[in-house]
């Protein structure tokens, strides 16, 4: 009724919902919760997405490197096409790493609407260091209404893989950018593998009359005027781009071990991505995001 009465008043009692029903479907992670999961987070991503002003959710265009001219010494050339698939090993697997920019609130959404049962993976921007979050309360809170005071406090860090069989979004950036740009990645990616299968994605939002990027956590005041905001517009866009994982670990084009070069590793990544999106690949990391925001709000 309340839905249907006041929608957009009814947002934040449908995400307590979707996301307590998630929480209680994630834990035991075995397959008839899993199964349930998905079509839990299909109805409820999918009211959620149109309460915000998505009513038309577009499809992920897949895209490949063309090996001709990739090269890692020139990532600035890499020429990327779209690629129509529908082999079962283009899905996102158990196990797969979901690599992404962070943009707005709208992004986790939307991931936990398309692809069910992910974990998010929360990390530091001081140390970059990573720990998986099933929690999605604690996921938005982490990135989007904590405030910046509290965004260096340490936790109790733990490897991405050493307790999920699930796939895992990482969002290297650490913290959100203002949708104009990816900026530099300081995530520590050192548990990835040589074998490990990565989607690189990108998503872009459009609005004529108000940014959809929510620039950075103020408190909740702030965060809950944006989301207000956010549902009054009568339609939102949003686009989202993908690398296909066998693209990567071509012969032609191989990412190195973040082991041998991390600064390499993430920049190689962070131009990728925003290659993908047609955005500016930024030298400032989180760190220069957050000091800036600090002195601006002093």
């Known amino acids: 009724?309340?839905?249907?009465?006041?929608?957009?008043?009814?947002?934040?009692?449908?995400?307590?919902?979707?996301?307590?029903?998630?929480?209680?479907?994630?834990?035991?992670?075995?397959?008839?919760?899993?199964?349930?999961?998905?079509?839990?987070d299909v109805i409820f991503g999918r009211l959620v997405l149109g309460l915000m002003g998505f009513l038309w959710v577009m499809p992920v265009k897949r895209m490949i490197i063309r090996p001709a001219i990739a090269a890692l010494a020139r990532?600035?050339?890499?020429?990327?096409?779209?690629?129509?698939?529908?082999?079962?090993s283009d899905t996102i697997q158990c196990g797969d790493w979901i690599i992404a920019n962070l943009t707005s609130y709208c992004d986790l959404i939307w991931y936990w609407y398309k692809c069910s049962g992910v974990v998010m993976v929360t990390s530091d921007f001081e140390t970059g260091s990573l720990f998986p979050c099933p929690n999605r309360f604690h996921v938005i809170y982490h990135f989007f209404i904590q405030k910046?005071?509290?965004?260096?406090?340490?936790?109790?860090?733990?490897?991405?893989?050493?307790?999920?069989?699930?796939?895992?979004?990482?969002?290297?950036?650490?913290?959100?950018?203002?949708?104009r740009g990816v900026l530099k990645f300081i995530a520590n990616l050192s548990d990835a593998k040589r074998n490990q299968r990565i989607h690189l994605t990108c998503t872009k939002f459009q609005s004529d009359l108000f940014s959809i990027a929510f620039v950075g956590s103020q408190g909740y005041i702030s965060f809950f005027y944006h989301l207000w905001k956010l549902?009054?517009?009568?339609?939102?866009?949003?686009?989202?781009?993908?690398?296909l994982p066998a693209a990567l670990f071509s012969s032609n084009f191989d990412l190195p071990l973040p082991s041998e070069s991390?600064?390499?590793?993430?920049?190689?990544?962070?131009?990728?991505?925003?290659?993908?999106?047609?955005?500016?690949?930024?030298?400032?990391?989180?760190?220069?995001?957050?000091?800036?925001?600090?002195?601006?709000?002093e």
């Open 148 to 179: 910046l005071e509290d965004k260096n406090t340490h936790h109790n860090h733990t490897q991405p893989t050493a307790h999920y069989n699930l796939p895992l979004i990482i969002f290297p950036e650490c913290v959100s950018s203002n949708g």
């Open 231 to 243: 549902c009054s517009q009568l339609q939102n866009t949003l686009t989202a781009r993908t690398i």
């Open 1 to 40: 009724l309340l839905l249907l009465r006041h929608p957009r008043r009814s947002l934040l009692p449908l995400l307590l919902l979707w996301f307590s029903l998630s929480w209680i479907l994630l834990v035991p992670f075995g397959c008839p919760a899993f199964s349930v999961l998905r079509v839990v």
């Open 262 to 297: 991390s600064s390499q590793y993430n920049r190689t990544l962070q131009q990728i991505i925003a290659a993908l999106g047609h955005l500016r690949p930024l030298s400032l990391d989180a760190k220069d995001k957050i000091s800036f925001l600090k002195s601006s709000f």
């Open 75 to 88: 990532p600035e050339s890499f020429s990327l096409h779209t690629e129509k698939s529908t082999l079962p």
